[in-house]
């Protein structure tokens, strides 16, 4: 890997990270992660290796260095909380200096608190993460009813469609009271503009709904313009990405951000 194509010095020492390709570090924190998931039984393990392998935002979050060093990150509607596994193995990658240059600065020192819905998604997590260094924060709850602590990154990802309008703002204004200043939300949503590739994405999410044992349907859904002018107004500055890369789904991840004000 030549230096001057990452914008890196010159020097003829080799920098400590950037060592590894990262085709090949997301293999390994792809592995290592899902393999946590093995002591809860096949089910778990084979979805968590199936979703972190073929859901594009966890390599995203990381690429895109979203979700920046010693952030204390909630994470709602969590599912099998396979983002606190995954933060746990960017933390052992980057002290082995392995980390790629090319992704920018990894999310080391984190601290995560999960939120979900389902008690047997809870009960997984317990299982997988019970031997990290630093335990995550798990809480079996609805959005729509739990305290959100302060934090400083939250991860909103294909949940808020299966509440109403009306809680969904209930959620986001609480988001942003639990945000720290230049704090960022991570909301992934679907675009209905994006015809087929939508109608797609709400089946499969219907299948996978009831697979899951939730009783009810995705309920509420929101053109992407209208997403962007709810944060908006909230005061948050948006940026969209396409999240369905290498899937058949019409999903874009908003970047919102708080400004950073001056402690008075």
């Known amino acids: 890997m030549n230096p001057q194509d990452l914008g890196l010095s010159t020097a003829p020492i080799v920098a400590p990270r950037g060592d590894m390709r990262p085709a090949q570090a997301w293999r390994q924190l792809h592995r290592s992660a899902s393999a946590r998931y093995r002591r809860c039984g096949p089910f778990a393990w084979r979805f968590a290796r199936g979703k972190l392998k073929h859901d594009p935002v966890f390599r995203a979050l990381l690429v895109n260095a979203a979700i920046a060093p010693g952030s204390r990150v909630l994470d709602i509607g969590c599912g099998q909380a396979l983002l606190a596994g995954l933060l746990a193995e960017c933390d052992t990658l980057a002290a082995a200096n392995r980390w790629p240059a090319s992704w920018g600065t990894p999310p080391t020192g984190t601290r995560y608190t999960g939120i979900e819905v389902m008690p047997a998604d809870v009960a997984r997590a317990e299982v997988a993460l019970a031997q990290l260094t630093v335990r995550p924060q798990l809480a079996c709850g609805d959005m729509r009813h739990t305290v959100f602590e302060p934090c400083d990154v939250v991860v909103v ?3 808020l469609h299966y509440v109403d309008l009306a809680a969904q703002d209930d959620v986001l204004a609480r988001i942003r009271l639990a945000l720290r200043p230049g704090g960022r939300l991570l909301l ?32 509420a859904w929101r053109s992407l ?3 962007m002018s709810a944060l908006q107004r909230l005061g948050f500055a948006v940026r969209p990405m396409p999240m369905s890369q290498g899937t058949p789904f019409a999903n874009v991840l908003l970047v919102c951000d708080l400004e950073r004000k001056a402690s008075s």
């Open 157 to 159: 990802l294909d949940v």
């Open 188 to 219: 992934r949503v679907g675009d209905p503009a994006q015809r087929a590739r939508f109608w797609i994405s709400r089946w499969v999410d219907h299948v996978v709904t009831l697979v899951r044992g939730h009783r009810a349907p995705p309920t």
């Open 225 to 227: 313009a209208d997403w």
